[in-house]
């Protein structure tokens, strides 16, 4: 059995397979070209400061502390499993794997040989409408049981996306 997820994947499977802990391993996805290595990234997280702060300067001194002091990016992973964006700060913290991957001591060393294959991409206008599409379809496939009900899920998920599109006055060319 396998998933492809993001780094926030034991934190998911601790809540809802709690009793499979130790029991999988993260690895880096096939590739078609191993020279040549790709990835997506899925989801991300940021710290801002919006333009009704009432203290600007303190948000922001408050946010780079949060984002590279060692103590406080350590706390950032164990309360909230968020990996770090600071490359320096996290090769000094992650040097534990996740409890739900203690077995796996190179977790973070994977995910962050992993990071550096991930390759830009931009959103489509109906992210919101796809995303809603393969929730729905791929819940269906999953409870079919069926190989085939993938597939349909698939193309399910592609002409709810692509009639959204129409509807709002997009040219799709299919």
């Known amino acids: 059995m396998g998933w492809l997820s993001a ?3 034991p934190g998911v499977l601790e809540g809802n397979a709690a009793d499979t802990a130790g029991k999988w391993k993260m690895a880096p996805m096939p590739q078609w070209d191993a020279a040549a290595p790709a990835t997506g990234a899925w989801g991300g997280s940021a710290t801002a400061v919006t333009s009704q702060s ?4 303190q948000a922001v001194e408050f946010i780079t502390w949060l984002n590279t ?19 320096p700060a996290s090769s000094t913290v992650l040097t534990d794997p ?4 203690s077995n796996q001591k190179d977790f973070y ?18 992210i919101n409408v796809a995303y809603s599409a393969y929730n ?12 085939g009900a993938f597939v349909d899920a698939v193309d399910a998920m592609q ?3 692509l009639d959204d599109l129409k509807n709002q006055g997009f040219n799709v060319d299919e």
Not at 98 to 101: A, H
Not at 117 to 124: A, K, N
């Open 7 to 9: 780094i926030w994947a």
């Open 54 to 57: 009432e203290h600007p300067e």
């Open 69 to 87: 002091d060692p103590e406080a990016v350590q706390a950032l992973v164990d309360e909230t499993g968020i990996y770090p964006a600071d490359v």
């Open 98 to 101: 996740p409890e739900f991957f």
């Open 109 to 126: 060393e994977i995910a962050a040989q992993t990071a550096q294959t991930v390759q830009p991409f931009t959103y489509g206008p109906n």
């Open 136 to 147: 729905d379809e791929f819940a269906k496939a999953t409870k079919a049981k069926k190989a």
């Open 159 to 161: 002409k709810i996306t």
